[in-house]
């Protein structure tokens, strides 16, 4: 073959290779173009509007573990960062939910630094073949409340125990002193004792469940505090006497504040009650009223044991006391200081103390106060 045609004969082969890469080329195209490229995982229609304006947390997971949509709550919640899914808890719920189509519901503890923990109830579920809804609804109040009440709970039935037991310990003393006129009378002056105590407290138990709700008082009508201040040191004068204790009232007259004259009268005649009973005999009792920035103010002023500072935000709790050996010395219930607190709550005020060890402690009641209608 002489070198023309071989020359020929190459260029040909080079032409063929040559237009079959570029049908190889268009053929891939082709194909490449038939193929759909993959599509980003769409919300179903109404979805994204209720997610925007619902109140509870609510989040949509897609395959990827992105979150496409959170309703407002859900990042308040601390539950989503931009498009992370922030609870590893959660994120593993969504992975099983979607591998299997079942929905799932569980409780989850959600922690976040410098804040306290909270409790989550998670509802998850499949939206769709590539989406997961979760629905999520804070019960952290809710667990808060169950524990208070199986406290107090429990503490009532602490509480009953010791005048029961006490009474049914002298019913036997008064069986067995049947032929002891003198010992009879001794127990049966101490049943007396006993029995007013567990009137008391299961009084005051009535009073507090009564009072829990904090709502505002149903018909609330004018009060005078001079009335009020005056019922409370009455109530007290009996017990100051025979302690050798000074009950003093000072301060300005003719106030008035609106609610249950009832209620604001247990609730001074608690803190001069607590005031006399945590005071050294020979001392006095203040009870000062004021008016100050549209309130008024009642101020139990004593010369006690005082309060040590870490125990003046617990006092107010039901059942709690600084010093329940010296408390049961007073024959006290722990409710007092919790009755005083929801009552003020219930009359739009608050309570608050000062104290030093030692020295005494200030409790002080703030109401609204009535202003005086004026006549032109």
């Known amino acids: 073959m002489d070198p023309t045609t071989q020359a020929a004969l190459a260029a ?57 949509q959170a309703s407002a709550p859900a990042y308040a919640l601390g539950l989503v960062r931009g498009s992370s899914l922030l609870s590893v808890e959660l994120a593993e719920l969504v992975r099983q939910v979607r591998r299997d189509g079942q929905i799932r519901e569980t409780e989850l503890v959600m922690t976040r630094p410098g804040l306290p923990p909270r409790n989550v109830t998670a509802r998850v579920a499949p939206l769709g073949s590539r989406l997961v809804l979760a629905l999520l609804e804070d019960r952290t109040r809710e667990r808060q409340v169950e524990a208070i009440r199986r406290d107090f709970v429990a503490n009532v039935s602490h509480e009953l125990k010791t005048p029961v037991g006490a009474l049914r310990l002298l019913a036997e003393a008064v069986a067995d002193a049947a032929e002891d006129p003198e010992a009879v009378r001794r127990f049966s002056g101490k049943m007396v004792t006993e029995s007013d105590r567990l009137s008391r407290l299961v009084q005051q138990i009535i009073e507090l469940s009564r009072l829990q709700a904090d709502e505002p008082v149903d018909t609330p009508s004018p009060v005078r505090v001079d009335d009020v201040v005056k019922a409370a040191a009455e109530a007290s004068a009996t017990d100051a006497d025979n302690r050798n204790i000074s009950l003093h009232v000072d301060g300005t007259t003719g106030l008035e504040v609106f609610g249950s004259t009832e209620q604001l009268s247990a609730a001074v005649a608690n803190l001069v009650a607590n005031a006399v009973a945590y005071s050294e005999p020979d001392s006095t009792v203040v009870i000062t009223r004021r008016s100050a920035d549209g309130n008024v103010e009642i101020s139990v002023i004593d010369q006690g044991i005082g309060i040590p500072p870490e125990e003046t935000q617990r006092i107010f709790e039901r059942f709690y006391r600084v010093d329940p050996a010296r408390h049961r010395s007073t024959g006290g219930t722990g409710l007092g200081l919790s009755i005083v607190k929801h009552i003020a709550a219930t009359h739009g005020g608050d309570i608050r103390v000062w104290s030093v060890e030692g020295h005494g402690s200030t409790f002080t009641l703030t109401l609204p106060q009535r202003q005086q209608e004026t006549h032109l």
Do not use: C, H, N, Y
Not at 16 to 36: C, E, F, K, N, T
Not at 42 to 49: I, Q
């Open 12 to 68: 040909g082969i080079g032409a063929i290779v040559a237009g079959g890469g570029v049908l190889a080329w268009a053929v891939s195209d082709r194909q490449q173009s038939a193929v759909p490229a993959k599509e980003e995982p769409t919300l179903p229609p109404g979805v994204a509007t209720v997610l925007s304006v619902l109140r509870s947390s609510a989040l949509v997971v897609d395959d990827g573990d992105d979150v496409v």
